[in-house]
């Protein structure tokens, strides 16, 4: 999956917090900021859990303000060994 977070979620932990997340899903990929306040996902893993953890990009970490989650599903690769955040 590729998803991007959309509203007030820069400057709350939201990368450490979906790391926490994904990597509790047993997911990987990463996370990342994006210039325009934005936050990009790109996301692997079980379905079950993939969709555990939409719902909670949803909501966020204590202190966002989730506008709007767009997510784009993608063929399974298994390009990754764990999930980080990149800078």
Same mark, same amino acid.
Request: hydrophobic residues 40%; charged residues 30%; contains cysteine.
């Given at each position: ?30 996370? +990342? ?5 934005? !936050? /990009?996902? *790109?996301?692997?893993?079980? #379905? =079950?859990?993939?969709?555990? @953890?939409?719902?909670?990009?949803? +909501? ?5 303000? !989730? /506008?709007? *989650?767009?997510?784009?599903? #993608? =063929?399974?690769?298994?390009? @990754?060994?764990?999930?980080?955040? +990149?800078?």
């Amino acid at each position: 999956m590729h998803i991007y977070v959309s509203g007030y979620v820069q400057g709350v932990f939201y990368r450490a917090n979906a790391k926490r997340v994904a990597e509790s899903l047993l997911l990987t990929g990463w996370v +990342r900021n994006l210039r325009d306040g934005r !936050v /990009e996902i *790109v996301v692997e893993g079980e #379905e =079950e859990n993939l969709a555990k @953890f939409v719902e909670w990009c949803k +909501r966020g970490p204590v202190g966002a303000e !989730v /506008e709007s *989650v767009d997510v784009m599903r #993608e =063929e399974y690769k298994g390009e @990754f060994k764990g999930f980080e955040i +990149r800078y």
